[in-house]
């Protein structure tokens, strides 16, 4: 690539198969060669520190930035959310550093290309939740304003939340910035702000869009397509079959760049609409993802079995990783979805970010 990156993700131990997807979905692109990959260490054990520095260039323990109401219980991946605004201290020398959630992988290249360009032409590139293919625009953005108000609120009091209660959410969980923006600046004291009444999940991404929609840096802020940061929270995207690839649901159906398993659950694998129209396809997250129709019913639910002879995608639950693979034997292979907590996964939308 034209400028120097820095990729950067993390995860702690419970968060691992994640963030070896995350890890393997950058290294997989042949365009990553000259990339370099840095990872916060957020309570890893032993053995998955070692696989992750045999793959990452640069593995840093993040410190606590902030000050904040019960810091002293807070848990250890929290640290790493809140520091992403120093991304510059622990991985010193990249002209560009893009932050990639371990619940997000990157199917298509063209994606970090763009927020690299994005990042080197205006300072930072990120999506809004804001598209077509969103639930969130058909009857629920009322309620949904409600929420973002409170979540406003609660970092920077109820006038903020009043006036930015409409504005699309930045999602931070995927982001470009040059090493020379001043959001890192205004991100950092605006979530020093905001961590004076408490952190949790989402608040460094209210500082980020606080700073951003109050702090004059919104003309600095390149916004990208949501096919660059596809959060399935909202809306899961469609498989086009005869591509080989996830798509938006809507003409013209661009391959998905970046796939970003938002809200609580986090499903292994899902039920997708076929952008042919025919029978809904089963696809998982991976970036060598692929479709399962099964030759008996025509299409893939969850938890259903593979008949033999059928191609589906099966997992291997030592690496957690899925392949193309041939039903076989009486019983075949299993393949469906399902959410970490073991429920089903509907993409239902619950809350933003991570």
């Known amino acids: 690539m034209a400028h120097q990156v820095f990729v950067v993700t993390g995860g702690d131990a419970r968060f691992f198969d994640f963030l070896r997807g995350a890890i393997e979905s950058v290294r997989v692109h042949p365009e990553a060669r000259g990339v370099r990959l840095g ?8 053995e ?22 019960g810091r002293e219980r807070a848990p250890g991946w929290l640290r790493g959310l809140l520091a992403r605004p120093f991304l510059r201290d622990y991985f010193p020398g990249a002209e560009v550093y893009l932050w990639l959630d371990a619940d997000a992988c990157v199917l298509d290249w063209g994606a970090v290309e763009l927020f690299v360009r994005g990042a080197a032409a205006r300072g930072l590139a990120i999506v809004p939740e804001l598209d077509r293919g969103s639930r969130l625009q058909y009857g629920a953005l009322p309620d949904h304003w409600d929420t973002v108000a409170g979540w406003y609120a609660a970092c920077f009091g109820p006038d903020v939340g009043r006036e930015l209660r409409s504005y699309p959410l930045l999602n931070a969980g995927v982001f470009a910035a040059h090493r020379d923006a001043p959001h890192w600046a205004g991100w950092a004291a605006a979530l020093d702000r905001a961590a004076r009444n408490g952190a949790n999940l989402l608040t460094d991404q209210m500082a980020l869009n606080y700073a951003v929609y109050r702090g004059g ?4 802020t390149e916004l990208l397509p949501a096919w660059c940061n596809w959060g399935c929270v909202s809306g899961l995207p469609a498989w086009d079959a005869g591509a080989g690839r996830l798509v938006e649901p809507y003409l013209p159906h661009t391959p998905i760049g970046v796939l970003h398993r938002t809200g609580p659950d986090k499903a292994e694998v899902a039920e997708v609409p076929c952008v042919s129209g025919g029978p809904r396809a089963c696809a998982s997250g991976s970036p060598r993802a692929r479709s399962h129709r099964s030759s008996r019913t025509g299409h893939c639910s969850p938890g259903t079995t593979c008949p033999p002879g059928s191609r589906s995608w099966c997992p291997t639950r030592a690496s957690r990783t899925w392949f193309w693979g041939t039903g076989t034997g009486a019983g075949g292979r299993t393949c469906g979805a399902r959410s970490r907590t073991g429920g089903p996964w509907t993409g239902a939308p619950r809350t933003s970010g991570s």
């Open 39 to 46: 990872v916060f260490d957020l309570g890893l054990t032993p």
């Open 48 to 69: 998955q520190r070692a696989w992750v520095a045999g793959r990452a260039d640069a593995l840093a323990v993040p410190d606590w930035h902030l000050e904040f109401p």
């Open 217 to 220: 840096l919104f003309e600095r």
